[in-house]
């Protein structure tokens, strides 16, 4: 029975199982995770932390790779940032 | 073989052979442009892209603001790619020694027109914010400006191409002289001039041409919108570049209108690999960090190394080689190429067509004595 | 909060997935101090991601066998470049480190082949492997429909697991023809292990619509996916569906050997028998050698484990079998070798460059890689063209670049960092801070 973690996304707060990433948090959240320079909403692409496209503001750190990110509690995440 | 004849062949599609091209065409001028790289593939590409006033002396300030000034009026011009943007310079002082040249450049500048302003401290922080506390202040140059040199030395052979220049890229020069241009691979020109505009590569062509090769590296970061407003440089930077023999870094960053910061600069003399070394970076970067402290955790995606052209006065060699009447110069602009492309096409195709200039060409003539002196 | 640890290491392997642990755990043998690196939060890799979650398993048991062995793992840390032989400059969650040498094993793997098509930028459309990956994360797919796309075995594998966490895939789609399927089903009775789980997944997939000659013509979606449209022998048909997983096939990460100097050849990394590179002292092992899936992988690890700490007599006892797994690698390319139909999918707004969003109809006016990356820095994103360079071979048969150093994106503090500093006069002279 894993336990729960909740984190913020957008304000919103999100319940993710232990050990769930950022980007997981995002996806329950039915958000994308950030928006290209020509304003395409975009979301995690290879899962693997190469392509860059899952990034969003963790805690205000900017540019995290959120598939490469286990959840802690009480994150703060903000997408199109 | 049947040699093309043109009256101007230029050899190097850079940012001052493109400018040169789009002048000569502009002049309905029959020119051809070789080169065995993209347009701007050299030091162009890798360049900072800044537009910048210099006072090192008086010939540089005069070279350089006629040039700015010209970029000005080319800027409507310039399509979106080029990323023109007049983000200023600010010329930071870490201490009241520096200030002092603050003050003189104020002085200096006032004297000439060059509108700037002195910041003190407090200044200073509210329009950079992420400069390290304690600073001193600084002189505010709102004139300015950055742009992506890759297009904007393709804007300009695209304008020249458009009025009729022709253009050869396949193949390296390799050999100028005597009103004749050699390709590697065979194919000939005959030309009333022959421009070496081959930056880098220029004393391969014209041998006994002193310009030494010095090696920058660059690195540039992820979109960080608003970290950085304007050019920031150090007030080290001028001892940097002044320095013959040290490999040297100092502090000169820039905003991207995408919002990366592009972080430099670093110097090298005999160095011909184009490998990026780790050591002058980690340097460059520390330096960076020491004025910049939130520098250190932005992103950086890429690194690059680039060859300045140097001549021992740090002043370009723009008009005729006295040993060879067909050909000219315009090549040895060390750190301000893309600055002083335009006013560099203006001086030379005035030489070449007898034209008058608005500047004096003397100090850049390449026939000018250069004495031991010069080597500071 | 501490700083991240610089380490010295007799044998040093980088990648955590089967070939990294293979070589990790076969290098402690002869070796005294074995250390392991990978960039995820755990060992495992792509294919063995969450392996600890399943204890019994080959990944849980080769996850113990490294720990058991004494390896000193440390996750999180990716490799930025080389400031000096024998010496890497990595950077991990608590700021960059040092990594001393004797030896080492690149086990970097291997990452999926994108192709772009109309909407392929939407979000929910993803690797196969990638969607994988996010479902191991913790994403819940019961009971989502996901239509499966693209080329190679992966492909299936991801549909088993899919279908066991209980995703409804209403077709998988191959874009290889009927004809290189059935052959590629025929040699499987040569590989008995692979015929096995051949067997093993078919029963898996009982009910999944299979279609080779298919591939994604457009994903389609406001703000997100809503359906995919597939070309299936020709005709045209929409599936409405919640997540598209969609890869073609695997290409290997070769960045950090080429960096280090290790010989490339047809993109993959040349290694002799005993799975050395062209630069003594590095070893590689696994996909970056020439994609060929697990068994091959863990077969290369620990002869380069074996061979990186001396112990040759016994890995040239793994030869035979490596080598025949190497033909399998070799059925592989043939069987998924992209056609040429999939060159013609993007349209000219179709977006070939994600980081930059450069589109297809801005690229196509350039005759070379150099050419448009320097006009509209196609491949200068975070990416470092691992995305968009690949696409871009295969559309316009353009050549790479070669790699500079940071072969990742790195915080400038990292690069900032050395073993020895040593300002220069012209600092000095500078302001004092």
Redesign the interface.
């Known amino acids: 029975m894993s336990e729960q973690i909740a984190l913020s996304v957008n304000g919103k707060i999100i319940s993710v199982p232990s050990g769930a990433t950022v980007a997981v948090a995002v996806m329950l959240a039915d958000e994308a995770c950030r928006t290209s320079i020509s304003g395409e909403p975009r979301g995690p692409l290879c899962g693997m932390g190469i392509c860059f496209e899952c990034r969003a503001v963790i805690d205000d750190n900017p540019h995290s790779r959120t598939c490469q990110i286990v959840c802690q509690a009480g994150m703060k995440v903000r997408t199109h940032d | 073989m049947i040699k093309k004849t043109y009256d101007i062949v230029i050899v190097g599609a850079g940012i001052v052979g493109a400018a040169c091209a789009d002048e000569c065409a502009r002049r309905a001028m029959n020119v051809a442009v070789v080169d065995c790289d993209v347009v701007g593939g050299g030091a162009t590409g890798a360049a900072m892209g800044h537009i910048v006033v210099m006072d090192d002396s008086e010939a540089q300030f005069a070279l350089t603001r006629f040039s700015q000034q010209l970029w000005q009026e080319l800027r409507p011009e310039l399509p979106a790619d080029v990323e023109y943007e007049q983000c200023g310079t600010i010329w930071v002082a870490a201490d009241e020694d520096e200030m002092r040249e603050v003050r003189c450049k104020e002085t200096y500048y006032g004297q000439r027109g060059v509108p700037v302003t002195v910041l003190d401290s407090a200044c200073l922080q509210e329009l950079e914010p992420n400069l390290r506390q304690g600073m001193t202040g600084g002189l505010l140059v709102p004139e300015d400006g950055v742009l992506y040199p890759p297009c904007a030395a393709r804007f300009l052979m695209s304008r020249a191409q458009s009025r009729g220049a022709k253009t050869y890229f396949d193949s390296p020069a390799s050999r100028i002289g005597k009103g004749c241009v050699r390709l590697a691979n065979g194919v000939e020109f005959s030309a009333g001039t022959i421009v070496n505009a081959a930056g880098a590569s220029s004393t391969s062509l014209t041998p006994g041409l002193e310009i030494k090769k010095r090696k920058g590296h660059l690195a540039i970061t992820d979109r960080y919108p608003g970290f950085l407003r304007h050019q920031l440089v150090e007030l080290g930077y001028l001892k940097s570049a002044h320095s013959i023999t040290a490999d040297s870094v100092a502090f000169n960053v820039q905003p991207r209108i995408t919002g990366q910061v592009l972080i430099g600069s670093s110097r090298q003399y005999d160095v011909e690999h184009k490998q990026v070394d780790n050591t002058i970076l980690a340097r460059m970067l520390h330096r960076a960090q020491q004025y910049m402290p939130g520098l250190a955790h932005l992103s950086t995606i890429r690194v690059w190394t680039g060859f300045r052209a140097a001549t021992p006065d740090k002043l370009p060699f723009i008009g005729p080689w006295p040993e060879d009447p067909s050909v000219y110069l315009a090549t040895g602009h060390e750190g301000l190429g893309i600055t002083t492309s335009l006013a560099t096409a203006r001086l030379l195709v005035n030489q070449i067509t007898g034209a008058d200039s608005p500047i004096s060409l003397a100090p850049y003539l390449p026939s000018r004595v250069v004495s031991e002196h010069a080597h500071v | 909060m501490t700083k991240e640890p610089s380490e010295r290491f007799d044998v040093l392997v980088i990648g955590g997935g089967p070939a990294g642990m293979a070589a990790a755990a076969c290098a402690t043998e002869n070796r005294r101090r074995v250390g392991i690196i990978d960039?995820?939060?755990d060992l495992g890799g792509?294919i063995w991601r969450g392996a600890s979650a399943n204890p019994g398993s080959p990944a849980a048991n080769w996850v113990a066998r490294v720990r058991d062995a004494g390896v000193r793992v440390r996750c999180g840390l990716r490799v930025l470049?080389?400031?000096e032989p024998g010496v890497l400059?990595a950077e991990g969650p608590r700021g960059p480190c040092l990594l001393t040498y004797e030896d080492l094993v690149l086990a970097t793997g291997g990452?999926?082949r994108?192709l772009p098509f109309s909407g392929w930028?939407?979000?929910?459309?993803?690797?196969a492997?990638?969607?994988?990956?996010?479902v191991k994360?913790?994403?819940?797919i019961s009971d989502k429909r996901i239509v499966i796309a693209g080329s190679g075995p992966l492909l299936f594998a991801v549909a088993a697991y899919l279908r066991r966490q209980g995703a409804d895939i209403p077709i998988l789609c191959e874009q290889a023809s009927w004809n290189s399927i059935a052959r590629f089903g025929a040699s499987l009775f040569t590989q008995p292990g692979k015929l096995a789980q051949a067997v093993s997944l078919k029963r898996e997939l009982l009910g999944v619509p299979f279609a080779a000659n298919s591939w994604p013509v457009a994903a389609e979606g406001h703000?997100?996916l809503s359906s995919v449209v597939i070309s299936r022998s020709g005709k045209l048909e929409r599936f409405e569906c919640d997540y598209l997983a969609c890869g073609f096939h695997l290409l290997p990460n070769t960045e950090l050997p080429a960096l280090l100097g290790c010989q490339i050849q047809h993109s993959c990394v040349w290694v002799d028998d005993l799975q050395q590179t062209s630069v003594p002292h590095i070893f590689c092992a696994g996909e970056p050698t020439g994609v060929g899936g697990l068994e091959l992988s863990l077969m290369e690890g620990q002869i380069a484990g074996l061979a990186a700490s001396g112990t040759l007599s016994r890995a040239k006892k793994l030869f035979n079998k490596r080598d025949k797994l190497r033909k399998f690698a070799r059925v592989l390319e043939r069987t998924f070798a992209l056609r040429p139909e999939l060159r013609r999918l993007p349209f000219p707004e179709t977006?070939i460059c994600?980081?930059?969003?450069v589109n297809y109809r801005s690229l196509a006016e350039h005759t070379?890689w150099?050419?448009a990356k320097?006009?509209?820095r196609c491949g200068?994103?975070?990416?470092?063209g691992?995305?968009c360079g690949p696409v871009t071979e295969f559309l316009f048969r353009w050549r790479p670049d070669s790699v500079?150093?940071?072969v990742f994106?790195?915080?400038?503090?990292s690069?900032?960092?050395?073993p020895n500093?040593a300002?220069?006069?012209?600092?000095l002279?500078?302001?004092?801070?």
């Not at chain 3, 930028?121 to 690797?127: A, E, K, R, Y």
């Not at chain 3, 002279?429 to 801070?433: F, I, K, N, S």
Request: glycine share 10%.
């Open positions: 960039d995820n939060p792509q470049h080389q400031p400059l990452r999926e994108f930028t939407l979000p929910n459309v993803m690797g492997g990638g969607l994988q990956a996010l994360s913790g994403l819940p703000g997100k977006m994600r980081c930059e969003d070379s150099r050419a320097l006009y509209t200068m994103g975070p990416c470092q691992r995305i500079r150093p940071p994106p790195a915080f400038c503090e690069l900032a960092a050395l500093p300002p220069t006069r012209s600092e002279t500078g302001a004092q801070l």
